[in-house]
């Protein structure tokens, strides 16, 4: 049974997310850094689905990667929790190419344990899992749903972005650091609820003992993010600079470990 909190958490989320359904795609194709960092996302998940895999989506959203990799030849088994999200996936599914390609399951992480089949890759992008107060809710449930040395790859809110501590020079003291206290309160289409943030380490704790941590790459760990796609127009030149710096470090340690979002993949190395 979920917690009267939890509800509450759920329905606000469950409304933001249905709100924001209806331009969700729009929105998203329109913002080019969004669109630039969904590439470097599908170059980090490409280099584990050597071979046409079955793939498990967490809140899948309006199904903009599970098209992706279906089209790639995979098969996708979407999930999310959002009733809007939901009806633009099942609308997404009924398109001729996809059908018996793209499957569609309404599932909140806590009912994980509804969810039939093993999957060769389990996936979740863009932070909704930073909607979860406690990752071990999916960790626990996951090595039942992988094949064996089955992967899952997320991508995460971490508590340190560079980039928001900025707005401190623009006195937006609170906000530029609202994620150091790893909860805060997301803003969504005039829907209020809790956000929870991230480090690699708290990953490798709800992911032990089952699994190995294989990869980690930060998204916009100095350069403007998504939401900042304003600045990046305004300024192109401190821009090309800023994704430069990034480009040479994302992918190390300990520049990894900080940014607008993270890409972490671990491995299932146990269990089964
Ligand atoms: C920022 S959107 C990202 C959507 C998609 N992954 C993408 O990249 O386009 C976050 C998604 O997380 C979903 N979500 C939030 N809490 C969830 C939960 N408890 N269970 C399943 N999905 C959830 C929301 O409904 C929303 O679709």
């Known amino acids: 049974m979920l917690l009267p909190e939890t509800t509450d958490q759920y ?6 997310f249905s ?10 194709f329109a913002n080019p850094i969004l669109q630039q960092w969904r590439q470097l996302i599908y ?5 584990f689905l050597l071979k046409p895999s079955t793939i498990l989506e967490l809140n899948a959203g309006t ?7 279906c089209m790639k030849g995979n098969r996708v ?9 939901i009806e633009q996936l099942r609308l997404k599914s009924k398109l001729p190419n996809l059908e018996n390609r793209l499957t569609v399951q309404q599932a ?3 009912n994980l344990s509804e969810v039939a089949g093993k999957y060769d890759f389990i996936f979740s992008n863009f932070g909704g899992l930073n909607c979860l107060d406690d990752l071990t809710k999916v960790t626990r449930e996951l090595p039942k749903l992988l094949t064996p040395k089955g992967y899952v790859t997320w991508v995460i809110m971490p508590p340190v972005c560079f980039w928001e501590w900025s707005w401190a020079l623009k006195g937006h003291l609170r906000k530029a650091f609202r994620r150091l206290n790893k909860k805060a309160t997301a803003h969504l289409e005039g829907e209020l609820f809790t956000a929870y943030y991230y480090t690699v380490q708290d990953l490798k704790k709800a992911f032990a003992p089952d699994f190995a941590l294989i990869k980690v790459e930060s998204l916009g760990f100095i350069s403007p993010p998504p939401a900042s796609f304003m600045f990046a127009s305004k300024f192109p030149r401190i821009t090309r ?8 470090v994302r992918k190390q340690w300990p520049f990894n470990r900080s940014g607008d979002h993270l890409i972490v993949t671990f491995q299932l ?3 089964n």
Do not use: C, P, W
Request: negative net charge; aromatic residues 6%.
């Open 269 to 271: 190395i146990k269990g």
């Open 19 to 28: 709100k924001q359904s209806n331009h969700f795609d729009d929105e998203d």
């Open 63 to 69: 199904g903009i990667d599970a098209v992706r990799f």
């Open 11 to 16: 329905t606000k989320v469950n409304a933001a």
């Open 108 to 110: 909140s992480y806590e």
């Open 77 to 85: 088994h979407a999930t999310d929790l959002s009733d809007g999200m």
């Open 43 to 47: 170059q980090h998940v490409d280099s």
């Open 241 to 248: 600079l800023l994704n430069k710096v990034d480009a040479t």
